[in-house]
């Protein structure tokens, strides 16, 4: 009878790490895909004000038409991306389209008091936090559910139910430093 209570005892036991274990990595799961998205409605906002932008500076700089096709097709690079790889590779193109655009701008005394070009600036940097910030988080969240997956007992759950390891939103070298978006 005790035999039988002890081995009871273990059964609920594993059942239960078993349950927690799964539950957690449903959990980190989860948060990763959420941490994924709002990069998404970030990514999302920076693309819907650079039409904007981009019709701000037009008016006042007609004649650098490659540096608007370049920025809209960057936009659209963003806007098509499917992966986080494909996301962040668009992202670097478009930092870097922003990056000239700006320079354009800057040879143009008047738009830089523009009242509308100023306030789409201000919304672009703080969607520029944001996106920062959101990937950052982003970031952490897939380093808990990566170190979850590869983590002894949990990746023996995370193999047997085929979890997979979420791929980090990461930036190439040349990128690390910060867009100066100022006048």
């Known amino acids: 009878m005790l035999i039988e209570l002890i081995i009871l005892i273990i059964i609920i036991l594993v059942v239960i790490v078993f349950v927690y274990l799964y539950n957690s990595l449903i959990q980190l799961r989860n948060r990763v895909k959420n941490a994924w998205s709002q990069i998404d409605v970030q990514l999302n906002r920076r693309a819907d004000l650079i039409p904007n932008l981009v019709e701000t500076v037009k008016g006042y700089a007609k004649h650098e038409k490659t540096v608007f096709e370049k920025v809209t097709e960057a936009r659209s690079g963003l806007m098509n991306a499917k992966t986080v790889q494909e996301t962040a590779e668009a992202n670097n193109m478009l930092t870097d389209t922003l ?7 800057e040879n143009y005394p008047e738009l830089k008091a523009n009242e509308n070009f100023l306030k789409l600036q201000s919304q672009l940097e703080e969607t520029e936090n944001k996106i920062a910030y959101s990937r950052q988080f982003y970031n952490d969240t897939v380093l808990m559910y990566n170190n979850k ?7 023996l759950l995370a193999n047997s139910f085929n979890f997979k390891e979420a791929e980090f939103f ?11 978006v100022e006048f």
């Open 170 to 180: 990461e930036i190439e070298e040349t990128k690390r430093e910060v867009p100066k």
């Open 149 to 155: 997956c590869q983590m002894f007992p949990s990746n």
């Open 99 to 105: 990056k000239s655009l700006f320079a354009v701008a």
